[in-house]
């Protein structure tokens, strides 16, 4: 039965509705917290040792190490010593093995960290390098994997860097014969973040750079205007100064505090490059599964969120970034779908979250798996990567110590309890 109120009642009731009001009003009224832009920076054959932040001293990389100094730097993240694979893994959030192997090929059956938070309202672009399928072919593809719009060099169809061949939204765009790509492509993304400044973006800025012009094949990269090919050198040099860029035009456009600016690379530096590393010499391993191919950066950049000149030890691998990304965008993940990856957001703003145990990458067969120390190759070879990074003593299961023992039989339960998904 319902008690007649009092008029003390009453009164307490009026003020604290009063009161609800009045908090009301001015929540209201105040402006509301937009969802984090989101800008993904991934420059191309860019292993760790490439970096001052990490120790380098072979390159001038100051815009690269400003983000790690006043932002949160992860020491363990690998990627797929080769490119296709790891932007597939990056996009998908999901390993080789589902997602098929074949070169230069998203399936179209794949659903991407594009499409999710396009669904959750972003305004999704793509510039640099696609790499996911013939654009000549099929030049809507990049529109039907989530990006509203896109400014992509097209492969192995034409140059990159001077005189190139880029696709802009579905055709290939006029008016570029005397200018660089990776300035064209740098110059789209500034101007769809200007554009898109009063809602939340996903800009993914996949760069061009670093990998070495093309001197032989179908076509030859042109020289440029200083009638020479560039450097490894010139090249990162040049990559740092396009992040530079993007930096000072999220900051002219005060988007900093909104914006998680993310820098990785997608595999290891080339082979033929040699770059110095805390006194040591680093030979490039693009295309090998050792931590020269597969040893990426991976910088995390939000003002006013991120912990300043942290370094992060815990793992990451590729697939981890699809949701990551999906966290900070509050994007549905489809339930149907498996999702390898395992979000590092909460790590991003300092908290502790929860780490993976492993990581794991394969390639033409051959695959590994591993925790920050120790790494198990399908094979049966294990290496302590503490005290052998460069894996030049794999040890068997007749030379295992009691530690290395245990370790062993760690990952190779992770490895069977991998398998069994697929």
Known sequence: ???????????????????????????????????????LIMVDDFGYENLGCH????????????????GIRFEHCYSAPVCTPSRVKLLTGRYS?????????????????ASILQNAGYATAISGK???????ENPQYVFEKGFDEYCCWGWHEGPRYWNPLIYQNGKILDGIHNKYGPDVCC??????????????????????????PKKKGPYVEPKGPSGHYQTYSEMVEKADDLIGRIVRKLDNLNLCRNTI??????????????????GRKIKGGKGKLTDAGTHVPLIVNWSGNTPTGVVCNDLVDFSDFFPTLAEIGNADIPQHVKIDGKSFAPQIQGKK??????AHTEWKGKAWIRTQDWK?????????????????????????????????KKLLMALERLDSTK
């Open 187 to 212: 110059d789209f993304i500034m101007d769809f973040i200007a554009r898109n400044k009063n809602k939340p973006f996903f800009a993914y800025y996949a760069m061009n750079l670093t990998h070495f």
């Open 353 to 358: 979250g929860q780490p993976r145990e492993w």
């Open 97 to 113: 093995f589902r997602t098929g192997q074949g070169w230069g090929h998203i399936p179209s059956n794949e659903i991407t960290i």
């Open 1 to 39: 039965m319902r008690k007649e109120l009092g008029r003390r009642d009453f009164i307490k009731l009026l003020s604290y509705s009063s009161a609800t009001l009045l908090f009301q009003g001015t929540t209201s009224c105040a402006p509301r917290e937009k969802k984090p832009n989101i800008v």
């Open 376 to 408: 198990l190759y399908r094979d049966g070879k294990l290496y302590d990567m503490k005290n052998d990074p460069l894996e030049n003593y794999p040890i068997f299961t007749k030379s295992d110590s009691d530690n290395s023992a245990v370790m062993r």
């Open 55 to 70: 120790g380098g001293t072979s390159y001038k990389t100051p815009n690269i190490d400003k983000l790690a100094q006043t």
């Open 261 to 278: 600016i993310i820098f990785t690379g997608d595999n290891g530096t080339p082979k033929t490059v040699t770059s110095e590393m805390g």
């Open 130 to 136: 696609w790499q996911l399928n013939l654009l000549k």
